[in-house]
């Protein structure tokens, strides 16, 4: 029953910005850890930001000063403001749900180009 939803995704230039979203369903949100991974062809996902119940959020060194992970509970959606975009970012961008099995969503395009 679990569900996440992720959107936003898309082509924009170095520089540029994007915000994504993970619609979830399925558990009582607001009391869970949210996280965002990412995965580029050939390469192994990689964590990129935690989101506590609380609020406390975690950054991989790469997207610090750049990325902004929040959640809004009462949508039960969970963002990832991208700033600063450089063409290493680009991946495919997922959002995870990291309670009992774990849960994954479908993921989302990210192409960073000029």
């Known amino acids: 029953q679990v569900q996440l939803v992720e959107s936003g995704g898309g082509l924009v230039q170095p520089g540029g910005s994007l915000r994504l979203s993970c619609a979830a369903s399925?558990?009582?949100?607001?009391?869970?850890?949210m996280t965002w991974y990412r995965q580029a062809p050939g390469k192994q996902r990689e964590l990129v930001a935690t989101?506590?119940?609380?609020?406390?959020?975690n950054y991989v060194d790469s997207v610090k000063g750049r990325f902004t992970i929040s959640r809004d509970n009462a949508k039960k959606t969970v963002y990832l403001q991208m700033n600063s975009l450089k063409a290493e970012d680009t991946a495919v961008y997922f959002c995870y749900f990291p309670v009992g099995v774990g849960y994954w969503g479908q993921g989302t395009q990210v192409t960073v180009s000029s």
């Open positions: 399925g558990f009582t949100f607001s009391s869970y850890t």
């Open positions: 989101i506590s119940g609380g609020g406390s959020t």
